[in-house]
């Protein structure tokens, strides 16, 4: 915490008298210093504290640089929200930690024996929902994202309440096909082949609805329970396959989306000339951090609750019935880019108060999660991690946690570990 106090004051002091290079550069430093002393600290492995060491401070030490046009001065509030939110997530992750958590080499928990015959069937069931629920969107709406043209945001249109939470539920499938390959000791032909398919139409799904955010999501889960199921890293060969399809699989996205490369620069409006595969991932993390100083700027009054109360309004129905309870602007800096930050509703809700306990739940949840995986645990509890360390890695990018569909993707995953549920112990 030392290093990250005068590293942070270096960063204020240089972002006031306009020398952003030093100020981002100082934040970066921080960042990955402590990244590393925790990842030494546990062992040399890498943990949820790490994760959110690296992300949200090294995503605010991105923001500071001030490479687009659209960034401007923070407030003094903005700077003092960002510190407290990774301060309280530490604090509570120490403290939720307590006496087991000591450094050294982590010992890891057993994997529970579960009912191989229903991993396939939820494997198999949950890609043939997701893929009717796909069909049936497309017979109401009339098209298929990828298949129309001059339409940027295709997909923004492609929803029918309710119906779409299941269609995007395939990004799970790729990590059950994981679990499934690693616990599944004796699977016939068929039934590989079959799960074979199931990955590839999961996979497919969002390739349709032109849908860069849900593909990488789906990839990344399922890099994230390799991760903690294997315990051994990927092999090189299968990640670089990996990198440079999901890379390609962008591109064409992009361009299905009609989002050519003068198009982007128009919208990012940087400093400088930067080839575009440096100032889109630059603007989708930088952005995020200023969206959050023009909400501290510009909000009138916070909502007390409701903006991260909206997973509940909207599975409920209460939408429906009480629009009026989920009519809050978006304070952004540009119409085109609406993501986020972890803490922008939080802000919203309650202003620094709400940013401080909502941080230190999420530290405390993750100490939680990290002792639990060092216990006798379920192999899908790995899919259950894996997802809360995407939402901790891309803390930069949106509200996860006040997001209807994290939610549900929870809800899968505790309903399929309960459905193949076992008492033996295996492996």
């Known amino acids: ?179 499934y390959r690693t616990a599944v000791r004796h699977r016939g032909r068929g039934e590989t082949v079959a799960v074979a398919g199931a990955v590839l139409l999961s996979l497919l799904i969002p390739v349709l609805c032109v849908s860069r955010f849900q593909l990488l999501l789906a990839v990344l889960m399922a890099a994230f329970t390799w991760l903690t199921l294997r315990r051994e890293p990927i092999p090189g060969p299968l990640a670089a396959l990996g990198f440079v399809l999901l890379l390609g699989a962008y591109g064409i996205l992009s361009m299905a989306r009609g989002h050519s490369v003068s198009y982007l620069n128009g919208i990012f409006e940087m400093k400088r000339n930067f080839p575009i595969f440096v100032s889109q991932p630059y603007i989708y993390i930088a952005n995020n951090y200023d969206n959050v100083n023009c909400l501290i700027r510009e909000l009138p009054q916070h909502s007390f609750g409701l903006k991260m109360l909206f997973p509940v309004i909207a599975l409920s129905g209460l939408k429906f019935l009480r629009p009026e309870l989920t009519a809050f602007p978006l304070y952004v800096t540009k119409t085109e880019l609406t993501t986020v930050t972890l803490i922008y509703d939080a802000w919203y809700d309650f202003g620094i108060l709400g940013v401080v306990a909502f941080c230190a739940l999420l530290g405390f949840v993750a100490a939680r999660l990290e002792k639990k995986r060092r216990e006798q645990h379920s192999p899908v509890f790995c899919m259950f991690y894996a997802q809360f360390s995407i939402y901790i890695m891309l803390s930069f990018f949106t509200t996860w946690f006040s997001n209807p569909a994290t939610w549900v993707y929870f809800l899968e995953t505790g309903l399929i570990a309960w459905f193949i549920g076992g008492k033996r112990q295996w492996g």
């Open 1 to 179: 915490m030392i290093v990250y106090f005068l590293c942070y004051s270096a960063a204020v002091l240089f972002a006031r008298t306009q020398y952003y290079l030093l100020s981002g550069t100082a934040l970066l430093f921080a960042a990955l210093v402590l990244f590393w002393r925790e990842k030494q600290r546990n062992g040399g492995k890498v943990n949820l504290l790490a994760l959110f060491s690296l992300s949200f401070v090294g995503g605010e030490g991105v923001s500071c640089l001030k490479l687009s046009h659209l960034q401007g001065p923070w407030e003094w509030q903005t700077f003092a929200a960002f510190f407290l939110a990774y301060g309280a997530f530490r604090l509570a992750f120490r403290f939720a930690s307590g006496v087991s958590y000591r450094g050294g080499r982590q010992r890891e928990g057993r994997l529970a024996a579960i009912r191989e015959e229903r991993l396939f069937f939820a494997l198999i069931g949950l890609s043939l929902a997701s893929f009717a629920a796909f069909l049936i969107e497309v017979r109401i709406l009339g098209f298929v994202p990828f298949m129309v043209r001059h339409m940027p945001h295709a997909y923004s249109y492609f929803h029918v309440s309710g119906l779409h939470y299941l269609t995007v539920s395939c990004v799970l499938v790729p990590s059950l096909a994981l679990i």
